[in-house]
């Protein structure tokens, strides 16, 4: 039986520094149950949004003996349960543990990695980041120190398509050509500097002392992958030196005071690896897949506003080796051949582009969250086809919301609602979604 873990408490704060929380991270986690109006909330970090097929299955048993039936996938690609009993803690990790999802009680809560879904499956992309994510995973767990980053600090490995780049990771690294890694450290600018040069390879960094990214390079013997992941877990200590000693509270490095930029560089080059510096490239950007195949041995799907009956996951681990929840909030199935799309239909999966669900999310809304001011999630799914995505929200918050352009739906009361900040009635809300999802005029 696994017991539930303490909250971390905050760092102390350094004379004149003002912080910025005085709590400990609150993120729920599958070992810290949330309360919410609709029971108890759990949230299971899925790294790269993997599931083995046997994984899924009990992940739907749990969802249908423990909560209220569905799994929710988050804008990371973890998964939700919800509706989840008062006393149900210990039985939850009971079965996720004997799941293999529980690799670390300690770190349950850190594991927090995405990845290209469509890595290694479809001949796009220069890596199988995938497969970092997993080694990635395992050194993390294995780190004590580890365990003290929030719940909320990302990391994201995009395979070089560029689907997850922009996603806001706190440490990110974008596979490229001939085996170079792009180490990107957070959004704010930053140096590093290039050390020995025993795993030097082809990079084409340039030194540009402007730099706010490193090019690590990984050729010599040394796999991308080893390199990669030795060097995410590395900036991630980083951060955590630079937040201990600015302490005031920062769970992100965009979170930290001026003059207290985590030594990237340094802790690169005490740790061995060749970093270096390169101005910062236009990061590549592509769109999520479309529902349907996703090469030759794979298929796609979304959840209806991101939530997945007990029976809809089954379904989809039905003929597939291993899932893979995306930050869309939609399925990778591995393995899955193109003949199972109409029995996913047919469970009311989105398999097809063309369905008006496509790009459609929504926050919780009432009555699962007491902050909200309407059932966004029930006018949500008459939501017009359109070609911007659209995210519901039941207050300012706007949790979960897509990144990049999107159409602003925001409830103001039970009947009113502003769409892209314009006053409409709920009656009205088809023309005036419909209008918005046709003007890419909005970026967040
Ligand atoms: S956006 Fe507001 S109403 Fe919606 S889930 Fe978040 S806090 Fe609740």
Same mark, same amino acid.
């Given at each position: 039986m696994l ?18 929380r005085?709590?400990?991270d609150a993120c729920?986690?599958a070992?810290r149950?949330h309360p919410a +109006? ?6 299971l970090?899925?790294p790269a ?7 899924a299955?009990?992940?739907a048993h749990?969802a249908e003996?423990?909560g ?6 988050t804008s990371?690609?973890?998964a939700?349960?919800?509706?989840? =009993?008062?006393?149900?803690g210990a039985d ?7 799941? !293999?999802?529980?690799?670390s ?9 995405v990845?290209s ?5 479809d001949g $796009?992309g ?18 004590p120190r580890a365990?003290?980053? %929030?719940g ?6 995009d395979?070089?398509?560029? +689907? #997850?780049?922009g $996603?806001? =990771?706190?440490?990110s690294l ?6 170079? #890694?792009l180490l990107?450290l957070?959004?704010e ?9 025993d795993?030097?390879?082809d990079?084409?960094a340039?030194?540009d002392t ?6 690590v390079s990984a050729?010599?013997g040394?796999?991308?992958s080893?390199v990669a ?6 900036? &991630? ?10 302490g005031?509270g920062?769970?992100r490095?965009?979170?930290l005071? +001026?003059g207290?930029?985590?030594?990237? &560089? !340094? ?5 061995g690896i060749?970093?270096?510096p390169v ?7 592509s769109?999520?897949?479309?529902p !349907?195949?996703l090469g030759?041995?794979a298929?796609? #799907?979304?959840?209806?506003l991101g939530r997945?009956?007990a ?8 003929g597939?080796?291993?899932l893979?929840f995306?930050?869309w909030? !939609?399925? #990778? ?16 999966l989105?398999?097809?582009p063309?369905l008006?669900s496509?790009?459609?999310s ?10 909200s001011?309407?059932d966004v999630?029930?006018d949500a799914l008459?939501a ?8 519901f %929200? =039941? ?7 897509p990144h990049?352009?999107?159409v ?6 039970? +009947? ?7 006053p409409t009635?709920r009656?009205s809300?088809?023309?005036?979604v ?11």
């Amino acid at each position: 039986m696994l017991a539930a873990m303490p909250p971390t408490p905050p760092p102390t704060p350094e004379p004149g520094e003002a912080r910025i929380r005085d709590r400990g991270d609150a993120c729920p986690g599958a070992l810290r149950l949330h309360p919410a +109006d609709d029971g108890r909330l759990a949230r299971l970090r899925l790294p790269a949004g993997r599931l083995t097929a046997r994984q899924a299955g009990l992940l739907a048993h749990a969802a249908e003996s423990l909560g209220d039936g569905r799994i929710s996938i988050t804008s990371r690609g973890n998964a939700e349960l919800r509706g989840l =009993g008062e006393g149900c803690g210990a039985d939850l990790a009971a079965l996720l543990a004997g799941a !293999g999802l529980l690799p670390s009680p300690t770190h349950e809560r850190v594991r927090n990695i995405v990845a290209s879904p469509g890595a290694g499956l479809d001949g $796009l992309g220069h890596a199988d980041v995938q497969l970092w994510a997993r080694a990635l995973d395992a050194a993390l767990c294995a780190e004590p120190r580890a365990a003290s980053l %929030s719940g909320r600090f990302l990391f994201v490995l995009d395979d070089g398509r560029g +689907d #997850v780049a922009g $996603l806001g =990771g706190d440490v990110s690294l974008i596979a490229g050509p001939e085996g170079s #890694v792009l180490l990107r450290l957070g959004p704010e600018a930053f140096r590093l500097a290039a050390e020995d040069d025993d795993t030097a390879g082809d990079d084409t960094a340039d030194g540009d002392t402007a730099a706010d990214t490193a090019v690590v390079s990984a050729s010599a013997g040394v796999p991308a992958s080893a390199v990669a992941v030795r060097a995410a877990l590395v900036a &991630a200590l980083a951060f955590l030196d630079a937040a201990e000693a600015a302490g005031n509270g920062a769970w992100r490095p965009r979170e930290l005071p +001026d003059g207290h930029v985590p030594d990237w &560089a !340094g802790a690169l080059a005490r740790a061995g690896i060749t970093a270096e510096p390169v101005p910062v490239p236009p990061l590549p950007a592509s769109p999520p897949p479309a529902p !349907g195949p996703l090469g030759e041995r794979a298929l796609h #799907v979304l959840a209806p506003l991101g939530r997945l009956t007990a029976a809809q996951l089954r379904a989809l681990a039905d003929g597939a080796d291993e899932l893979r929840f995306t930050p869309w909030r !939609g399925v #990778v199935a591995v393995g899955a051949r193109a003949d199972r799309l109409p029995d996913l239909e047919a469970h009311g999966l989105v398999t097809r582009p063309d369905l008006p669900s496509v790009g459609v999310s929504a926050c919780t809304g009432r009555p699962g969250c007491a902050k909200s001011l309407a059932d966004v999630r029930t006018d949500a799914l008459a939501a017009p086809a359109g070609p911007l995505p659209v995210h519901f %929200s =039941g207050c300012e918050r706007r949790c979960g919301h897509p990144h990049g352009t999107w159409v602003d739906v925001l409830a103001t009361g039970d +009947d009113t609602y502003l769409v892209d900040g314009v006053p409409t009635p709920r009656t009205s809300l088809p023309e005036a979604v419909t209008t918005a999802r046709s003007l890419p005029t909005h970026t967040r």
